[in-house]
């Protein structure tokens, strides 16, 4: 782009773009011109109002070009603007969230439901519901406690009883056969170790 032909001035629509649109222009009217042997005019068109109808497309479609170079110049400004003044996406997101957030809590809407909530709260039938459901929460705990305590003076009884007893001296007896007697310091020897185990070792 020849910087004679920018336009210097930052406010300006037309910042950093080339005014020269002649190529443009000869490249829609000849598209027009063939266009005018390919497609046949509409009932009720004449050729007059088809021509000024080409010209009008061809003037819009111009504007649009432009428009979109401008927007895309603009962009190109913002962004630099922004990473100028140390602006990342990441932080505009939290920005724009922040803020939705505090829309919605300003929204008649969310006051509304706020409102309700705060009055269900508030009325009597809520405070029963609360008090039932707590004194069912302590019903429980105790019951639970009941049981536990049940539980555990069944097995002690249970293990105390002539059945348990004898049934833990078999096991006894199983074990001093299948792993001979010894006290409950004793290691356990391998058959095949030949090193004699020490009485008191150093550490």
Known sequence: ??????DINL?????G????HSDNLSDVQEEGAMGNSAHPLPPGLTEEEAEELRIELTKVEEEINTLRQVLSAKERH??????KLGLNPLNELKQNITKSWQDVQTSQAYLSASATLDDIAHSEAYKKTQETLSEAGHKTTAALSTLGTAISRRLGDMRNSPTFKSFEDKVGNLKNKVVGPRGNGDAVSSPTDTTPTQENPPF
Not at 1 to 6: G, T, V
Not at 11 to 15: E, G, R, V
């Open 11 to 15: 406010n300006s629509p037309n910042k």
């Open 1 to 6: 782009m020849d910087p004679a032909s920018q």
């Open 78 to 83: 913002s962004s630099e603007l922004k990473r």
């Open 17 to 20: 773009l080339n005014r020269d």
